[in-house]
């Protein structure tokens, strides 16, 4: 790296705020160019770090979705929120939670890590962990079940639904306005998918000033999300085993599925190459918007979404003997992804894209409000 890169950052960066609640540090967050290997030579995107925030990219709709919950009168003060979470949101739900005076449940399965699993007590979040999987739904499921159980037992309790609470999306404005006033125009928008929060939140925030935005979405493989079968999944953050109603399937230009291993390598490579990296999310999201970069024309400007930092990865992601127990640790991923033509074409195993994309169960969105 040219010293003279590094010239403009303290000489002109904005002094950070002075917080006097912690609800105060979310959002503003920084933006990193990433460019080889991910790019080819010349090339390159933007990285939104929303490990930035305290929590991750979910403090933003776990505060929105409580604050929203409070106003219209769905969470009394003091009642008790519970959630199915795989670590982000809960961190939010923590956040908001002491913000607001809630006490919080995160209902999770045995793939939460242990470290996420002490940080959420740290936090003061009660962690419920389910200990088998639904037989259809699978894990997701089997939470979803545990938190309708629990809501029965408290009555006054709230869950927030992240899966289908508009609220999610609605949280992720702020987001695209930042993104607008740091990069001016935005002409392709890389996220991952989850719950499709904010994939939706932003691309839609996005498109009031850019109606041309392209939207690329990244799933994991294994996730039934954009119409493959749901298999067992490695990969945490991204990905599904339900079709969240937040998924904006119209807003989508094309869809990638990245593998595990292609995500390790991608992770890897940003923390050396970049210093900074993330989680599976982050992982696939690179290695997407990477070949968006060499693929575009030169000249097209492209954003990424990160929406976590590494820590919670270390004895995962980052860690050899992990990821060679579950054969993850691997070179190169290819410079193309493989396409289908249709999304239920075949079962991918490894990083493909697809560019039709539609919701799965053919559902109206228009008429659930949320379009
Ligand atoms: C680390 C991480 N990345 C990506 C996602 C997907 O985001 P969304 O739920 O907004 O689609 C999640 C969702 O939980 C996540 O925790």
Redesign the pocket.
Known sequence: MHLSLLEPLGAHAPLPVIARRPAQLVGNTPVLWIDEPFAPPGRGFYAKLEGANPG???DR?GLHMVAEARRRGDLAPGAPIVES?????GLGLALAGLTYGHPVTVVTDPGMEPSMVRLLTALGAQVDQVTAPHPEGGWQEARRERVAERLTRAPGAYCPD?YHNPD?RAA?RPLAAELLAQLGRIDVLV???????????VAAGLRESLPGLTLIGVDAVGSTIFGQPAASRLM???GSSIH?E??DYGAFTEVHWVGPAEAVWACRQLARRHGTS?????GAVALVAGWAAGTFPAGTRIAAIF??GPHRYLDTVYNDAWCREHEVLRTTPPDEPDEIAEPDECVVTSWTRCSQVRDPLGRDLAKTGLR
């Open positions: 991750g990219i979910k709709p979470s795989s670590g982000t949101l992240q999610n992720y996220a991952a998918v989850g719950t499709g929060g904010h994939s939706a939140g945490r953050g991204l969240p937040n998924v993330g989680g599976w999310s982050v929406p976590d």
